[in-house]
């Protein structure tokens, strides 16, 4: 029997999730391959606990397996498109949950610069003058209920509209059902023209109210704040300690998965085992 040994870890529930959605073992295949050595739910809770408790990748604890063999199926599946695959497919559940379509047709946009460690190079990073901050800046596309659906990372010193075209075509190519983004006023101007244009996207800017001070709750775009909000529960995310911007994004991707995961599984998870039980 599986024990949980850190908060972090999945529940019966949550791996029966998981495991149906990660590719075929090399091993069970046709072209054959070497067994797996570790558990892939060890791997897992390994990737869950970096996300959430922030330590370096070296720290990882030694009942986990080598973190050299935790950060390459990271890595792999990454590159292989299962993070991006396990993210739609557990949103889709959701919506179908809450009695929506299990594809979203509207959509909200923002984005979030955070300060980089030393280990983000040069070349990944860069200032936003407009937040004072020198590092990354963390594009996120959600539905209207603050599922997330795309992720992007750029230096801080890309504007909102520019980034806007790269992740907008991305969500276009993975997500042609959306029709309509909402947005704040730094998308507005010539990227809604562009956006109608060439991806057949309606930009809908939502401007704070005129003669307003102090914090306003603002229509829809509310909502991806509070999904940047929920993001940062993962101490990993309060600042960038990656080297390259995709892994970078899949962390945020596996901070979402966490999130989703407990959301599917409230109610049927079972109370922690204490070490040695």
Known sequence: MHRRRYPTDTT???????????PVPACETLAGGRPEKHPRREIVDAIRYVVDTGCKWRSLPADFPPWRTVWGFMARWAAAGIVGHIRDDLASRIRRTMGKGPR???TVIDSQSVKAAETVSRSTRGYDAGK???????HLVVDTRGLPLMVMVTPASLSDRDAAKEILFR????????TIVWADSAYAGKLVTWAKDRLNLTIKPVSRPKDTSGFVILPRRWVVERSIAW???ARRHARDYERLIQHSETLITWAAITLMTRRLTRGTTTPDQPRGA
């Open 171 to 178: 969500l276009r190519l993975t997500h042609p059902e959306i």
């Open 12 to 22: 019966d529930a949550e791996w029966a999730l998981i495991e149906r959605l990660l």
């Open 104 to 106: 979203a047709v509207a």
């Open 231 to 233: 993001m940062m529960h």
């Open 132 to 138: 004072k901050i020198n590092g990354l800046k963390r």
